[in-house]
């Protein structure tokens, strides 16, 4: 059963980069055909994809946020991080980790999600 768990301030200030973590137990996440995304759902809104890892390696990210966003990998470790530069208020959200076999895809598209990790963006 393949496991991810989000870590990561729960509050991070105007300004400042936010800095997620995703570690995966369970299965590898360099397995062939296996993407990795970030997600996240704001107060009262829908879950937005932000991006994802390839077991490849290869990133993606969604246009709205990419000049704001950088996902890596250690795959010692078997994580991925999320990078959210110059945050504000706005990007205060739950963020979750999940695994697809698409790049970005609806949510029963996601066989496997991380708990979810509450960050606020507040000074």
């Known amino acids: 059963q393949v496991q991810l768990q989000e870590s990561g301030p729960g509050l991070v200030k105007p300004s400042q980069t936010l800095s997620l973590t995703c570690t995966v137990s369970?299965?590898?996440?360099?397995?062939?055909?296996?993407?990795w995304s970030w997600i996240r759902q704001p107060p009262g809104k829908g879950l937005e994809w932000m991006g994802g890892?390839?077991?490849?390696?290869?990133?993606y990210y969604s246009p709205s946020l990419k000049s704001r966003t950088s996902i890596s990998r250690d795959t010692s470790k078997n994580q991925f991080t999320l990078q959210l530069s110059s945050v504000t208020p706005e990007d205060t959200a739950v963020y979750y980790c999940a695994r697809s076999v698409v790049v970005e895809g609806i949510p029963d598209e996601y066989d496997f999600w991380g708990q979810g990790t509450q960050v606020s963006v507040s000074s």
């Open positions: 369970g299965g590898s996440i360099t397995t062939n055909c296996y993407y």
């Open positions: 890892i390839a077991y490849s390696g290869k990133t």
